[in-house]
């Protein structure tokens, strides 16, 4: 008991400790006690390490994906012969896997995870609207066309019917 209770306090003192067999289990405990928290440290170290490369490729495929829509912009003005040539549909695919990859482990990395998710879903937001409030304008151009020619048609058919009289 004079053991543990010299341990948990810190009184390491060896007039402490007058008997041979004291001594010995004193450092039998602090090799023991050792011994068992560096296997605790290696275990924490080995599961993080586990954890990040399994979420290794995700986020490669992030990482990709970020520097796509970040890239995008400047790209759409570079000539076409500028380019890389790349399969569209190897390109889509990937995108939706690292998108998939990462609604996957978002809840073991919130920060990072989410806030990308969140950047990719407001960038394909701003341009859903954007092309939603270019579809608008043209439908409005075209109604106000088709109300033109309606009256067009109807000041010819005017004319037709008063030269015809």
Not at 19 to 27: D, H, M, Q
Not at 54 to 61: D, F, I, P, R
Not at 149 to 165: F, P, V, Y
Request: net charge negative; no cysteine; proline share 3%.
């Amino acid at each position: 008991m004079r053991l543990v209770h010299a341990g948990f306090i810190e009184e390491f003192d060896p007039d402490n400790f007058d008997e041979v067999v004291v001594r010995y289990l004193l450092v039998f405990y602090v090799l023991v006690v050792m011994v068992v928290l560096l296997n605790v440290l290696i275990a924490i170290v080995s599961d993080s390490y586990d954890i990040s490369m399994a979420k290794a490729e995700a986020l490669y495929y992030r990482s990709r994906l970020e520097l796509i829509t970040e890239t995008a912009p400047i790209a759409s003005r570079l000539p076409k012969w500028m380019l890389p040539t790349n399969d569209e549909e190897s390109i889509t695919e990937s995108i939706t896997d690292a998108l998939d990859d990462a609604k996957k482990d978002k809840a073991d990395d919130p920060n990072r995870l989410n806030y990308t998710i969140n950047a990719i879903e407001a960038i394909v937001d701003h341009s859903e609207r954007r092309t939603g409030h270019r579809i608008d304008a043209v439908e409005t151009e075209l109604a106000e066309a088709r109300k033109e020619l309606s009256e067009m048609k109807a000041m010819l058919q005017s004319l037709i019917d008063n030269r015809g009289s």
